[in-house]
């Protein structure tokens, strides 16, 4: 079955949920590792910036935890700028663990992809909308000296600020940040402008 091009990128708690939601969307998904987001600055500051141009799509597990990352959000990015997609509160395990959680209920990673997908699908693109683009890759990176190179550092922080995204991003972070933020044309102009400024 093809996989869901969403409007929004997507927001999960935990790698697992991830792992599940790839095989359904072929969205940008971004994971808040669970509580992590609360002293993470990196990617708050990611989710601010997304949620300036965009919205977000937040799916979290039905249990304490999923309503307390929720209720995070929801205090630290615009209003209205998340969509709230709930699972049911299914009681149950999920396969890799060996007992329940605390809550006794299945998380995202354990809902049925049949669902999942139900769940999402009014939250996805129609066939007559215009695709994004071609991708920024680890090798554009490279080639430009953001990268592997003496003075990536500093041209990588030049970056992101001009994208107003920390500037101590790794290579790895800033590339996410970009293709959910930004057109390959407009990180080729924004490359040009930063390497001919000189500072």
Do not use: H, W
């Not at 609360?38 to 601010?48: D, G, I, M, P, V």
């Not at 939250?123 to 990268?147: H, M, Q, R, V």
């Amino acid at each position: 079955m093809e996989k869901l091009k969403l409007r929004y990128p997507l927001v999960v708690e935990g790698k697992y949920d991830k792992i599940t939601l790839s095989n359904i969307v072929s969205s940008p998904i971004i994971c808040t590792g669970g509580y992590s987001v609360f002293s993470s600055a990196e990617l708050r500051a990611l989710l601010r910036r997304l949620a300036e141009g965009s919205r977000l799509l937040v799916l979290t597990d039905s249990d304490g935890a999923g309503k307390q990352i929720r209720g995070y959000l929801s205090g630290i990015l615009p209003k209205g700028s998340l969509l709230q997609v709930y699972i049911p509160k299914i009681a149950g395990k999920e396969k890799r663990k060996r007992t329940p959680g605390k809550s006794g209920l299945l998380g995202v990673e354990g809902m049925p992809a049949e669902l999942l997908r139900e769940l999402l699908m009014p939250y996805a693109e129609k066939a007559d909308e215009a695709p994004k683009g071609e991708a920024i890759t680890k090798t554009d990176l490279y080639l430009d000296g953001l990268s592997g190179s003496e003075g990536s550092v500093a041209l990588r922080a030049r970056l992101a600020r001009a994208l107003a995204l920390p500037e101590d991003m790794t290579a790895n972070a800033l590339l996410e940040a970009m293709n959910l933020l930004i057109t390959r044309d407009e990180y080729r102009r924004l490359i040009s402008e930063i390497k001919g400024d000189g500072r």
